[in-house]
């Protein structure tokens, strides 16, 4: 007997029990969306009973897509999903660009006071949304904005008072400035010597090799931004405006619709899903390095 | 000459146009805040009483918006912080105090004899002005089926003579004893928040305790800790102790388990009784809250209108508030959604109400035993220091330093805010 054989059959133990435990796990964090999706289709009464059994998990008994319907119904989803698609898709994209350059500036040119400012942008983590509400909320309504109707004074029911105000990100700052902060300074330096500007070491030197942080950062502000809620219940009156989480409690009645609630939750996790699906090989890489490098 | 003439007539003509321009001016348009979004029932009633007024004069215009209700009262403070209010606002009668002493609210001006055949609970007071008035009420009962109470030698109360104390107790003591039922009594520990003191602060009542001092509003001192709040304290922490009552309970358990037999009773409300009818049907009973000593008692209260203190059209917003009034939008809501309608006109006129109608007892329920959650502007407080304080004792705390902390709690909020109005 060689000892060849028994590392085998350990590495075959190891890899099987990891499995397992990664199926495990899997299932756990899988069972609530499938939960979710299963109880959309079955009517309110039998979806309540099927809660005490695992027959919570399948597709079985009454089964139709009722719950949908009843669903678009009660509230103008589209018009929901809309602006939360809008609002979430403007802030991420903007916000990408502003807080990355904003990071680059730190990580990477040098001007006095950096640090200072540096510190006080990483200090305002420690404020919760909270404590700055109804400040935000009193600035906001007296800001002017020139639309389609002229210049008027207050930001209150519209996209962009949801959009502008989560613009900038003191933890994607953050995110960035440490990504940024251990690329190799070769790169930059080489570029500044063949005579890129400022502008294009950020836009063709940095970009291109950052792009898991800049996945991890869109992922994560997405989440943020999708869902939302104190905000746009604080400024936002107009049904025309509201978005999805806030729309949410339009299905929490008296006596609650569970199915037509489950349904709507099926329907809104449907953009989280896919773009989480379509990034997660850079997110995955992204925190995989972070998490390498401490 | 002919042609002067004609011309003479064309400009009086086009004089007349601009006049008559003039003179017929745009109605103003009212901004209304409703918080029944998602309720399509609610909305069609709420838009054909709208439509209705716009129809009946030409001065006002009423444009609706609808709000969420677990999130209204959050979206209408904020919009009082920004001074976005609008000129109807609609608000739950034990918040109205509150917004009426934060200067939300005007008093409401109408027609003298509007309110007098309305149930007590449908009329918000505050300051001795009515501020709000609800098209509807809702109250709780009792839910049982007569076979189970027959087969197990229960008394069946009525209105006139309810369960005492002991009687009921003992009551929950044979259901549970029959092995028949996971729990003899199901008082609804599903719901929290405004459930609380709206469900369980009557019993408190009962027992002749209370969650404030009445006759001052400045203090629960004695009241919500004294004796009688502490005897309440123990029956209450009992039922759970002797497994009467689950502790816990989910959404799902609440929803089904009358109906599906897991508790024998169960305190619920009117909104929730027409599926338990359709169950049980003629041996489904609605029975009164049982007498501790203080009398048979229920909380009363539910949405209602009233006029924003920033509105500068409050005539207007006034007049369509006594529109709405009208019995036949009452029994509209009522057939639409199952409350109770607020006036006993309007009851007969519908299905379920009316005399026979097989939820007639949760009228007499609203017109004899309501008893108004405090009407303070404390309230908001008070009712969250109670749900603690009730939630504690159920599991187990201390009753009487569990209501001593709610007091504590009650009572400086109270001070910090001056006595919101009280005590000169």
Redesign the interface.
């Known amino acids: 007997m060689s000892a060849q054989p028994v590392r085998t059959r350990h590495h075959n133990w190891y890899v099987l029990g990891s499995y397992t435990l990664l199926s495990i796990l899997a299932f756990v964090f899988v069972f609530p969306i499938v939960f979710m999706v299963v109880s959309s289709l079955k009517p309110?009464?039998q979806l309540?009973?099927d809660?005490?059994s695992l027959n919570a998990f399948l597709p079985i008994g009454d089964i139709s897509l009722n719950n949908y319907a009843a669903a678009f119904?009660?509230?103008p989803i589209g018009t929901f999903i809309f602006n939360s698609v809008f609002v979430t898709t403007v802030t991420v994209l903007i916000g990408l660009v502003i807080n990355s350059m904003a990071a680059y500036s730190f990580a990477v040119l040098r001007w006095r006071g950096k640090n200072t400012v540096l510190s006080i942008v990483i200090a305002t983590f420690i404020i919760p949304f909270e404590a700055i509400a109804?400040p935000l909320?009193?600035i906001v309504?007296s800001l002017p904005w020139l639309g389609p109707e002229g210049l008027q004074i207050?930001w209150?029911n519209s996209l962009h008072v949801q959009i502008i105000p989560f613009l900038v990100s003191a933890f994607q700052i953050f995110l960035f400035y440490q990504f940024f902060r251990d690329l190799p300074t070769e790169l930059v330096e080489a570029a500044r010597i063949d005579g890129a500007s400022l502008f294009q070491i950020y836009y063709r030197v940095i970009v291109p090799i950052s792009g898991p942080v800049f996945a991890t950062a869109a992922i994560l502000r997405f989440l943020d931004m999708w869902n939302q809620y104190l905000w746009p219940?604080?400024?936002v009156?107009?049904?025309r405006y509201r978005p999805v989480m806030?729309?949410l409690?339009?299905?929490?009645?008296?006596?609650?619709a569970?199915g037509e609630v489950m349904a709507y939750l099926s329907l809104v996790t449907i953009p989280v899903l896919i773009l989480y699906l379509s990034l997660q090989r850079a997110f995955i890489t992204s925190i995989a390095t972070t998490g390498i490098k401490g | 000459m002919q042609n002067k003439i004609r011309f003479v007539f064309a400009v009086l003509a086009v004089m007349l146009v601009l006049v008559g321009g003039i003179s017929a001016q745009e109605p103003t348009t009212l901004s209304m805040w409703y918080h029944g979004a998602g309720n399509e029932v609610e909305r069609g009633i709420l838009l054909g009483i709208i439509e209705d007024f716009n129809a009946s004069q030409s001065d006002w215009v009423i444009s609706l918006e609808e709000f969420p209700q677990i999130s209204y009262n959050e979206s209408v403070t904020a919009a009082a912080v920004a001074g976005n209010l609008p000129d109807i606002i609609d608000v739950d009668g034990p918040v109205m105090p509150g917004w009426a002493w934060a200067g939300y609210l005007a008093p409401l001006s109408l027609p003298d004899g509007t309110l007098d055949n309305f149930l007590p609970g449908s009329i918000g007071v505050w300051n001795e002005q009515v501020y709000s008035v609800g098209l509807w009420d809702a109250a709780v009962a009792i839910f049982a089926r007569r076979s189970v109470l027959e087969a197990n030698s229960i008394r069946i109360p009525s209105l006139e003579e309810p369960w005492t104390g002991e009687e009921f107790d003992a009551a929950l003591v044979t259901l549970q004893g029959t092995g028949e039922f996971e729990y003899a009594f199901d008082p609804g520990m599903a719901w929290t928040g405004e459930w609380y003191p709206y469900a369980f602060s009557p019993l408190l009542q009962s027992f002749g305790g209370d969650l404030i001092d009445r006759t001052t509003y400045l203090t629960a001192e004695n009241v919500l800790n004294g004796e009688a709040a502490v005897a309440w304290g123990e029956w209450w922490q009992s039922l759970f102790a002797r497994g009467l009552a689950p502790l816990t309970q989910d959404s799902a358990d609440r929803d089904t388990g009358f109906i599906d037999g897991r508790y024998a009773i169960q305190w619920n409300g009117n909104w929730a009784a027409l599926g338990a009818l359709e169950a049980f049907g003629d041996d489904l009973l609605f029975l009164p809250a049982p007498d501790f000593g203080g009398g048979s008692t229920i909380g009363a209260a539910s949405w209602q209108f009233g006029v924003s203190a920033a509105s500068e059209h409050q005539d207007g917003a006034n007049a369509f508030i006594a529109f709405a009034l009208q019995d036949e939008y009452l029994a509209a809501f009522s057939n639409g959604i199952g409350l109770i309608p607020a006036t006993s006109t309007a009851a007969a006129m519908t299905e379920n109400y009316a005399p026979g109608g097989p939820l007639e007892v949760f009228y007499e329920l609203s017109l004899q035993q309501a008893v108004l959650r405090p009407p303070t502007p404390g309230y908001a407080n008070i009712a969250l220091a109670f749900e603690k304080a009730a939630a504690d004792i159920a599991n187990g705390a201390d009753v009487q330093d569990s209501l001593d902390e709610a007091v504590d709690t009650i009572d400086a909020d109270i001070e910090a805010n001056g006595g919101y109005g009280f005590g000169g």
Request: glycine share 6%.
């Open positions: 309110d009464l309540l009973r809660t005490a119904d009660r509230a109804i909320l009193l309504n207050g209150l219940l604080m400024v009156q107009s049904e806030v729309g409690q339009y299905f929490f009645q008296l006596n609650i569970w």
